[in-house]
């Protein structure tokens, strides 16, 4: 069974490993990027998350070539990190532009067909910080977190229509995202993590392409933990 997958912010790190993850599974992989050349493989389009407009311009793509959208992975994201005392309202509301209401977009565009075709797979990419908390990840942290409550509403107004909506929480994953932080930052986080070590992309890819899957079909409103034990009992 081919299915019409949609991964944002599959152009690189994670989102590229979950596209991967998909097409390696035989779907119809669809991902967006901003700029430069995208990786080979997928169905590309142009798309920011913060653009109504664009956002709607990828699905009419994405539905003429692929057909509608029946697997969503929001995965696209940011971080603007500051100090509290530090953080300007625009780094703030930026970043849940981009990761909050940017997934609600996506999200919406998406669930129009699979209310029409009583089924669909909708996976966020939430993180370890918005339930643990990082000092100077407050707009980051908040967005995160609102993330989880975002699809625990919508597994609830959509479950009788057969639509799973689930939450990926990763730990520190090697990626451009981190690649910024100093050696010094990275070994302290190693420190506090139970398996002492990053994830790699697919081991993040791999608990979202079950959760799309079929033996997961009575799972939805779950936050998964892919975070090497950072944050048990959160
Ligand atoms: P990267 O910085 O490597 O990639 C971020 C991706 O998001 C890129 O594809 C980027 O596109 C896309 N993106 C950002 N803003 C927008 C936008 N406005 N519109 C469309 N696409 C956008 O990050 P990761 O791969 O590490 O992170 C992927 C997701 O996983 C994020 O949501 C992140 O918060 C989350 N996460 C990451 C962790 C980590 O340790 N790396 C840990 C926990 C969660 P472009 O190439 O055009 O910039």
Do not use: W
């Amino acid at each position: 069974m081919s299915r019409s997958v949609l991964v944002t912010g599959g152009n690189r790190g994670i989102g590229l490993a979950i596209a991967r993850a998909f097409a390696e599974a035989g779907d119809k992989v669809a991902i967006t990027y901003r700029s430069g050349e995208p990786p080979a493989g997928f169905l590309a389009v142009k798309c920011d998350i913060t653009d109504s407009e664009q956002v709607e311009q990828a699905y009419k793509e994405i539905e003429e070539k692929h057909g509608p959208v029946e697997v969503l992975v929001a995965n696209a994201g940011v971080t603007r990190d500051q100090l509290l005392m530090r953080m300007s309202e625009e780094d703030f509301t930026s970043v849940l532009e981009t990761n909050l209401t940017g997934t609600f977009r996506v999200v919406k565009r998406a669930n129009r067909a699979m209310l029409r075709a009583r089924k669909g797979r909708v996976v966020l990419i939430s993180s370890v910080v918005g339930l643990l908390g990082g000092a100077g990840q407050a707009n980051y942290a908040a967005s995160k977190a609102g993330l989880v409550g975002f699809a625990r509403s919508l597994a609830r107004e959509l479950g009788s229509r057969n639509i799973t909506v689930n939450v990926v929480a990763p730990g520190f994953v090697d990626t451009d995202m981190t690649r910024v932080l100093t050696d010094e930052q990275r070994e302290s986080i190693v420190k506090q993590v139970p398996l002492a070590r990053y994830a790699q992309p697919e081991e993040i890819a791999a608990s979202v392409r079950f959760l799309a899957s079929d033996e997961a079909a009575y799972i939805t409103g779950a936050v998964i933990p892919v975070d090497g034990g950072l944050g048990m009992g959160h």
